[in-house]
């Protein structure tokens, strides 16, 4: 299996199964003298861990961060560094009665047919615990952005047909409810749409908005490495993200040029916009605005109805799922888009540096 490193000058490679003794990441390309210490990455892997709340799994893990090594008296050294998560609530028999049957809305199917076999405890590698390396690996790289003056921030602005009301946002209302929604009043209403949902057996999709200001404008390639191509890359490979916008994503087809357009003008002495419809990015390149970033994450696809599908002898079954499970996946999923929004950034400063 390729595919598992992300990045061209920094650099990072996630490793582990979701059953299996551990999870992590090795990251080669950091700049040295950084100062970063065990504590800082375990605050934005508090953020993504199960059971914290109804709305979480209950697979209840510590998920404590070791750095075993490129960092020395609290600083990087420039060397590769190494982190690993230990693997410590498994319960993979939990498993065992759909080790042959593909589950619908999973990646068992495609597994089998490249691989010929797969892990089907907890989904191996297609499991969101891989998500733990990326969010110790960007924590790292946010910490590196703030020496730099780049500020990355997410939250969920919408579940179901709940949105938040951008007049009420508050950024300390984030990590204030367990919904990771800066509208108290939006998230309180999401909450009574979940409980419905969980009593229903069912899940709910929502939408994960990323903001990033500070970044220059200049940042980025105009052909096949723009800006906004390899942050769509980068989000789109968290498992359940099916949907990425960037400034007003799709409302740009219900939009005319004369609306769309964002005049400029000099704002003592720099080169502004009046409005911001591009999301921080033009031609592929970063325009000095708020990069401005969405990701339509699917309903949880781990329900407990019964459903119709089929086994890897052909033949049609049905199933209910067992197991710990999200009855929504986005707000344990934010600080990994900010992570991987945040790594994608960091990478293409030190590409502009090296080039």
């Not at 498994?90 to 999973?106: A, E, F, L, N, T």
């Not at 797969?118 to 390396?133: L, P, Q």
């Not at 999401?190 to 940042?219: F, H, R, T, W």
């Amino acid at each position: 299996m390729s595919g598992s490193t992300f990045g061209r000058i920094f650099k990072v490679t996630t490793w582990g199964e979701s059953h299996g003794a551990a999870v992590g990441a090795v990251i080669d390309g950091c700049p040295s003298g950084v100062e970063i210490d065990e504590a800082y990455i375990q605050s934005f892997l508090d953020r993504r861990k199960p059971g914290q709340s109804k709305y979480t799994t209950k697979r209840n893990e510590p998920d404590k961060v070791k750095v075993l090594s490129g960092v020395f008296e609290g600083k990087t050294t420039g060397t590769p560094i190494s982190l690993v998560v230990e693997n410590t609530s498994q319960i993979s028999k939990d498993y065992s009665d759909i080790k042959d049957v593909y589950r619908p809305g999973h990646a068992d199917f495609g597994y089998d047919v490249k691989y010929g076999f797969r892990d089907y405890r907890g989904g191996g590698r297609s499991s969101g615990r891989e998500t733990i390396g990326r969010v110790a690996a960007g924590a790292i790289a946010m910490k590196v952005l703030e020496g730099l003056g780049v500020d990355v921030y997410a939250y969920v602005n919408q579940i179901g047909d709940i949105k938040i009301d951008y007049n009420s946002f508050d950024r300390d209302e984030i990590q204030s409810n367990p919904l990771c929604m800066p509208d108290k009043v939006a998230a309180e209403k999401a909450g009574v749409y979940l409980d419905e949902l969980i009593a229903q057996k069912d899940s709910s999709g929502a939408m994960v908005e990323c903001i990033v200001n500070g970044v220059p404008a200049g940042l980025g390639e105009p052909v096949f490495d723009k800006l906004d191509a390899r942050l769509a890359m980068a989000v789109m490979s968290i498992g359940a993200v099916k949907g990425i916008e960037i400034g007003d994503g799709f409302d740009v087809v219900k939009s005319k040029g004369s609306e769309n357009n964002d005049e400029f003008y000099m704002d003592e002495g720099v080169v502004a916009k009046k409005t911001n419809h591009s999301g921080g990015i033009l031609g592929g390149i970063s325009d000095g605005a708020d990069i401005i970033l969405r990701a339509a994450f699917k309903p949880t696809p781990s329900i407990f109805q019964k459903q119709s599908t089929v086994d890897n002898k052909g033949n049609d079954v049905e199933i209910e799922i067992k197991g710990r499970h999200d009855p929504i996946i986005a707000p344990r999923a934010v600080v990994v888009v900010e992570a991987m929004v945040a790594m994608t950034i960091l990478d293409m400063m030190l590409l502009d540096i090296k080039l």
